[in-house]
T-cell receptor
Framework: DVKVTQSSRYLVKRTGEKVFLECVQD?????MFWYRQDPGLGLRLIYF???????EKGDIPEGYSVSREKKERFSLILESASTNQTSMYLC????????????????FGSGTRLTVV | DAKTTQPTSMDCAEGRAANLPCNHS???????VYWYRQIHSQGPQYIIH???NNETNEMASLIITEDRKSSTLILPHATLRDTAVYYC??????????????FGQGTTLQVKP
């Protein structure tokens, strides 16, 4: 069964800590994404990557960085965690557009619920 | 990407068909309609997608109007486990290479016994 695996389901960190959220996919997908989800705000894109070592900012990149050294792994880094980064973080992967007939949907991980205290 | 409009919430009786509408009046000719659902505290799950024709899989059916300005996701026999937030999303080649999807607020479907 194809999967996107996020390393932690629940995480509690202190303000100011550097936090790493890891995501691994086994589908050989080119594209990977990090979203955060907050009540009333829906899913918001933080960063995405369309190739190894490539990254692009999403809608809310401030306070975050990412790393993609290998195709299957995409890491989200909170340089100095703050309480307003308490959220559910979702990783996803997909294939790039290659013409009609394909399935370019996302496969999501189960999410990491991060609490910053 | 085209924007989508969905009702905020819907109820459905267990065992009955759930019909979830989505309006995407600005959809382009080469944009697909995707449906996802998110059960509480889990990651969104792909359900189905289509371009012009109606589609069916083991989870649901997707009916797209002839002008493609709206679609309906049909869960033929809803169960309590189908209670979730359902997202309708449009995606096409413009966003294709980067694959960025824009999620709206979705429809919260409550299946009741």
């Amino acid at each position: 069964d194809v999967k996107v695996t996020q390393s932690s389901r629940y995480l509690v960190k202190r303000t100011g800590e550097k936090v790493f959220l890891e995501c691994v996919q086994d589908m050989d997908h080119e594209n990977m994404f990090w979203y955060r989800q907050d009540p009333g705000l829906g899913l918001r894109l933080i960063y995405f990557s369309y190739d190894v070592k490539m990254k692009e900012k999403g809608d809310i990149p401030e306070g975050y960085s990412v790393s993609r050294e290998k195709k299957e792994r995409f890491s989200l880094i909170l340089e100095s965690a703050s309480t307003n980064q308490t959220s559910m973080y979702l990783c996803a992967s997909s294939q790039p557009w290659e013409g009609e007939g394909g399935n370019y949907g996302y496969t999501f991980g189960s999410g990491t619920r991060l609490t910053v205290v | 990407d085209a924007k989508t409009t969905q009702p905020t919430s819907m109820d459905c009786a267990e065992g009955r068909a759930a019909n979830l509408p989505c309006n995407h009046s600005t959809i382009s000719g080469n944009e697909y309609v995707y449906w996802y659902r998110q059960i509480h505290s889990q990651g969104p799950q792909y359900i189905i997608h289509g371009l012009k024709n109606n589609e069916t899989n083991e989870m649901a059916s997707l009916i797209i109007t002839e002008d493609r300005k709206s679609s309906t996701l049909i869960l033929p026999h809803a169960t309590l486990r189908d209670t979730a937030v359902y997202y309708c999303i449009v995606r096409g080649p413009i966003s294709g290479n980067t694959g960025k999807l824009i999620f709206g607020q979705g429809t919260t479907l409550q299946v009741k016994p």
